[in-house]
């Protein structure tokens, strides 16, 4: 096969495993920064130009979209679609998971289970937000952060007013969750491969700190995930769309709860953790789905 993946750092580890792993199966692989492509867009001549040429047809392609690069890295991914290339997640995929307002809306509709959440516009509904999801302490999260960024613990129901209105005085989107104490600083991540969790790992976070991602200094280790985590991941990841991603879960007094969904999930932090070739899996699955994708394109 001949498979591009999208990433604009051919330095990244989840870029460099998955290029080893896709050449270590005898495939060709192009290395494609988002950014450098442009569209030529047409009724009957779909085409994605690199650096002065048309790119050649691809078997698939694996995006690496960065969040500060979705819109245009979603219309690359969309060209590519026009062109019948088999794209391990869609366009559509990647634009549900970015928007996090949404993707809790469509992960509630299947009955996911989430913690308490909460959203408005205007400075006046702040009390009965507080109120609703049932008081401090509460997570308040930027709608565009990403990696932890923008993530406040509120202690008390003033210091959540305070933080809302200051976001909301920037113009900044955002959510308001209840605080599951009982997770004590840490989460699951469940790396998810058409529909199967082929790893997790259970992040836990630094010593003073409430947010478990590694890059704010959170350890990870295996885990054995329960039935019912399972389902909430898989679950999760149909409900985006998704054929790639990694779902966050907290483990609370009523059962899993979904904080995210990522459409770009990094693979250093869990092949060191669990030891598995998860990359490999990814190349795996790809094959599966360019032979169906052919079977069905005849």
Known sequence: MRIAILSRNDNLYSTRRLIEAAELRGHQVDLIDTLHCYMDITSNHPKVRYHGEALPKYDAVIPRIGASITFYGTAVVRQFEMMNTYCVNTSDAISRSRDKLRS????????????RTGYANKPDKIQD???????????????????????VLAETNKAAESVMEAFMGLKA??????????????????????????????????????????????SAMLVELSA???????HSAKAMGLN?????????????????????????GIEGATGKDVAGMVID?????????????L
């Open 228 to 234: 019912e985590e399972k389902a909430t991941a898989i």
């Open 285 to 297: 699955f790809i094959e599966k789905q360019v032979i169906a994708h052919d079977d069905e394109g």
């Open 173 to 218: 989107n955002i959510l308001v969750q209840e605080f599951i104490k009982e997770a004590n600083g840490a989460d699951i991540r469940c790396l998810v491969v058409g529909d199967q969790v082929v790893a997790a790992m259970k992040r836990q976070a630094a010593e003073g700190e409430f947010r478990s991602n590694l890059h704010r200094g959170g």
């Open 244 to 268: 790639l991603c990694g779902v966050d879960i907290l483990q609370s007094s009523r059962g899993p709860v979904v904080m995210e969904v990522n459409s770009s999930p990094g693979l250093e």
């Open 104 to 115: 809790l809306q469509l992960l509630s509709q299947k009955g996911i289970g989430l913690p």
């Open 129 to 151: 937000v507080i109120k609703t999801i049932g008081g401090a302490p509460l997570v308040i999260k930027l709608l565009e952060g990403t990696q932890g960024i923008g993530v």
